[in-house]
């Protein structure tokens, strides 16, 4: 297993030097307990495969810069190192969260990962900073293999899955590494905001020396003082609400996330979340389980713009292959 989890996670040094053979991969995945245990596996594997063709390019297209050792030494040195990129600095003291989340609190899935990478592209302004992205965005989207930028993300899954726990380490980062962060978490029910927050403060509190940085908690909110950061001005927020628009109305957020979004009233989604999505750089993470097809979420997983591309980024998650579901839906056309 984490022979596995290197070769599909490792870093991009090492991925373009040694590029992924996907028959390995395949292999790998067999000898630890098959697709079943990771379902998006091909996903994740095409994009593996075309990061690293691109970083090959990359370092194929590269040309050599050959200096004498006395301008190494020199004063002109300096324009020849790496130069850092404002707001690299804060994405790399995210990596570093996750990263002892991983040692100390949980060790994600395949899956959860992937969530994760998809969650960071769409809040990237809040994670380096709106200046930063407003300067470098084409930088974090080249950095991330991204195309284009989506603020919205929706996750569908099968139950037990892992997603809520995904979204709790997720938040948790955010929390601690982000000034001035606001989250606002919309559940079904008072009992799963709660679940939630608490969730959210378990994971900070297994990081060493974070459980310290949390300001305030009850059943409701979370304020805590991120890394690197001493001022009041600076501190992250979160906030978690029951699925009622009664007395939401005015709540405001950087980040919303929806827990169970296809459950939730669909009040709630028209008129609060709708109009946050017209303040720049917000952005939605939803989750779900699949509750059918006439429902607000799944045609929101569905939706197009005008060039026919999907209107949101969204996962699906399915204990089926698709040769099986095939057949399935024949059966049911008879």
């Not at 965005?137 to 892992?162: C, M, Q």
């Not at 919303?256 to 999505?277: C, G, H, K, N, Q």
Request: proline content about 5%; overall charge positive; charged content about 25%.
């Amino acid at each position: 297993m984490k022979i596995f989890l290197f070769y599909i996670s490792c870093p991009p040094q090492w991925l373009y030097r040694n590029m992924i053979q996907p028959f390995i991969c395949d292999q790998l995945c067999e000898n630890i307990g098959g697709r079943e245990l990771v379902p998006n596996y091909r996903a994740i594997l095409e994009r593996a495969v075309s990061l690293t063709r691109k970083r090959k390019r990359e370092e194929d297209n590269a040309e050599p810069v050959v200096v004498s050792r006395s301008t190494l030494l020199g004063p002109e040195s300096d324009s020849l190192k790496t130069k850092n990129v404002e707001g690299q600095q804060r994405l790399d003291v995210f990596f570093k969260f996750m990263q002892r989340v991983d040692e100390k609190y949980m060790r994600r899935s395949l899956g959860q990962r992937d969530f994760h990478r998809c969650f960071l592209v769409a809040c990237l302004p809040h994670v380096v900073g709106e200046t930063a992205w407003s300067k470098h965005r084409a930088y974090y989207l080249a950095l991330f293999d991204e195309d284009s930028y989506k603020a919205e993300v929706l996750v569908t899954t099968p139950r037990r899955f892992g997603k809520t726990t995904a979204v709790a380490m997720f938040v948790a980062a955010l929390m601690c590494c982000c000034p001035r962060m606001w989250v606002s978490i919309f559940s079904t029910g008072k009992r799963a905001s709660k679940s939630l927050l608490v969730q959210i403060k378990e994971v900070i509190s297994s990081v060493p020396t974070m459980e310290k940085r949390v300001i305030s908690s009850n059943v409701e909110e979370l304020w805590v003082q991120p890394v690197n950061t001493t001022t009041k001005k600076d501190q992250s927020r979160c906030y978690s609400y029951p699925s009622s628009v009664k007395g939401l109305k005015g709540v405001s957020a950087k980040v919303i996330v929806m827990e169970e979004a296809s459950r939730l009233s669909t009040d709630v989604f028209y008129e609060v979340v709708v109009p946050l999505l017209g303040v720049n750089n917000t952005a939605v993470l939803g989750i779900s389980t699949p509750l059918g097809e006439d429902n607000y979420y799944s045609a929101l997983t569905g939706l197009k713009d005008e060039n026919e591309l999907p209107l949101f980024r969204s996962l699906s998650v399915e204990l089926v292959c698709p040769v099986c579901r095939k057949k399935n839906e024949e059966q049911m056309s008879w």
